[in-house]
């Protein structure tokens, strides 16, 4: 699956995820829907370091700095700077991980 279509699929009228996506990929999906409690449960589910940067990425959306850090550490990652957005974040993952 592309960008693109990720994208596509997001904004369709689906109710669940297009088949053989990853967790991490499913959670991102999730959360853009504004589902933060099943994009959490994705992530949470899918124990890669792919997972722990999504599951990072929510727990920073939340608010909560000091969970993201160790999801942020999980995935070798470090916590992005005060004046990255959580939509530039959300970009970045997304578009490493539904190409890969």
């Known amino acids: 699956m592309t960008f693109a279509e990720f994208n596509q699929s997001v904004a369709g009228a689906a109710t669940v995820p297009p088949a053989g996506l990853s967790g991490a990929v499913v959670a991102l999906w999730h ?50 700077a005060g004046d990255v957005t959580l939509a530039a974040e959300w970009d970045q993952i997304a578009r490493a991980l539904v190409s890969a």
């Open 31 to 80: 959360d853009t829907r504004g589902d933060w409690d099943a994009a959490h449960d994705a992530a949470q589910a899918d124990k890669s370091k792919a997972g722990s940067w999504v599951h990072a990425y929510l727990h920073r959306k939340e608010g909560d700095a000091a969970n993201a850090g160790y999801w942020y550490s999980l995935a070798g990652r470090r916590m992005p």
